[in-house]
């Protein structure tokens, strides 16, 4: 049986599980199967989708199947995600999750579901530590490297914020030990992970490059991860690694993080001499989160500002394309590679910042409106001039989280091989998102 198959007799079966307890048991309540009187002790089950329709200008030199192509429109899932999770006994706490990304119509079939996370933890002390084991998005550096997706600000998360996406980790989950709790105020997270072969991604290159830093092959060292933040208003919660975008005026949350990742000899180059140098990967990062309600209408903010400082080597850079439509290139000039491909990550330095207004609650209908803007600005070491990239949108918020229309406009810079900006490309991007939580 494969996992596709596999995954979908277990959701019908525990479906069927939910179904019988409802009508047998009366235990299943607030979207949660309670395993005891007081539902101290519960399992829940959560889906997502997220859809996409877009029509974007490609990158110079885009080829479809071996035809040039210099813009087109394309449909695509970009998420789709069940979890299942629980308090199963007062100290165990279990969750696994999976789904697919990036589904469109360049995609293999019936191959992109896959486990993103699976994992239990222990409660010592049941607010201050619990230690847990498995695949997990415990990760370290900032808020968003680990989103709650179903409720981000825009039409998709700041996905360079997740340093190793799927390079070394699995769409950013990683096989690891963490430790998380908070300690009055700070909420901290602490994480020891084994980095994924590299031979296995799809971003693999055996080349040793003179001068340009690339993850090695050999095998890894341990990695570090960790997160702090002070929360100075209402606490979140971190049941869940996933931090939420915005509460939508259902809570004031104002927090400080800081945090890092490193792994000692993950990178290599090779010198004028061909020796090959080992560097160490080292990240850091600061931001600061405010989420509130202002007026007394359901008029909401949202403001998310980050500084990052990326370390993966001498003059590193890394593409990336989200759901790219395209299947190649005939351009060798042009740094950005295909399709809607920008250089996302680099060492050196990133600025982001995010913000948006909710409008009052009714303002159409029943339904509001949650206009936001972003900006990922980069000096990268191994590009000439900075990397700039924008996201500008508005989402109609149908039924909160659960049931909401986004359409953005996204621009981006075009690279020649030399590191100069040559000119930038835009795509206008349409979601919607269904929401079972």
Do not use: C
Request: proline fraction near 3%; avoid cysteine.
């Amino acid at each position: 049986m494969n996992t596709t198959n596999l995954a979908f007799t277990f959701v019908f079966l525990f479906g069927g599980f939910l179904l019988q307890s409802l009508t047998a048991q009366e235990l299943f309540k607030d979207k949660k199967l309670y395993l005891n009187e007081d539902g101290s002790n519960y399992v829940k089950f959560t889906f997502l989708t997220q859809a996409w329709l877009r029509n974007m200008e490609y990158n110079p030199g885009t080829t479809i199947n071996n035809v040039e192509r210099t813009n087109g429109t394309d449909i695509g899932i970009r998420r789709y995600r069940i979890q299942m999770y629980g308090q199963l006994t007062d100290r165990v706490f279990a969750y696994s999750q999976f789904g697919e990304n990036n589904f469109n119509a360049v995609s293999s079939r019936k191959l992109g579901f896959f486990v993103h996370d699976a994992y239990g933890e222990y409660a010592v002390d049941k607010e201050k530590l619990s230690i847990g084991m498995g695949l997990s998005a415990w990760s370290g550096l900032s808020r968003f490297s680990s989103p709650s997706v179903g409720s981000i600000l825009g039409i998709d998360a700041p996905l360079f914020l997740q340093s190793t996406n799927d390079v070394t980790d699995q769409f950013l989950r990683k096989l690891s030990v963490f430790a998380k709790g908070k300690l009055g105020k700070l909420d901290y997270r602490i994480a020891l992970a084994q980095p994924m072969s590299i031979t296995e991604s799809s971003n693999y290159d055996p080349t040793i490059n003179e001068d340009v830093a690339s993850f090695s092959s050999n095998p890894p060292e341990m990695q570090w991860n960790a997160y702090f933040q002070y929360q100075f208003k209402d606490k979140e919660s971190n049941l869940t690694s996933y931090n939420t975008g915005t509460y939508l005026g259902n809570k004031k949350v104002l927090n400080i993080g800081a945090g890092l990742v490193y792994q000692e000899d993950a990178m290599w180059h090779r010198n004028a001499v061909n020796d090959t140098i080992m560097s160490n990967m080292f990240h850091l990062a600061a931001d600061v989160y405010y989420d509130a309600p202002v007026g007394n209408k359901g008029q909401a903010i949202s403001v998310y500002a980050n500084v990052t400082n990326y370390d993966f080597g001498k003059n590193y850079l890394r593409n990336s394309a989200v759901m790219n439509p395209a299947t190649g290139s005939n351009n060798p000039d042009i740094l950005n590679g295909s399709g809607n491909g920008f250089p996302m990550y680099g060492t050196g330095t990133v600025f982001y910042a995010q913000a948006g207004y909710k409008f009052k609650d009714n303002l159409i209908g029943n339904t509001t409106l949650l206009p936001y803007a972003s900006i990922q600005h980069a000096d990268y070491e191994a590009l000439e001039d900075p990397m700039s990239f924008f996201d500008v949108g508005i989402n109609w918020i149908l039924a909160g989280h659960t049931s909401k229309f986004t359409i953005a406009y996204q621009s981006r810079p075009v690279y020649n091989t030399t590191g100069e900006k040559i000119e930038r490309r835009g795509a206008v991007v349409a979601q919607y998102q269904v929401y079972f939580n």
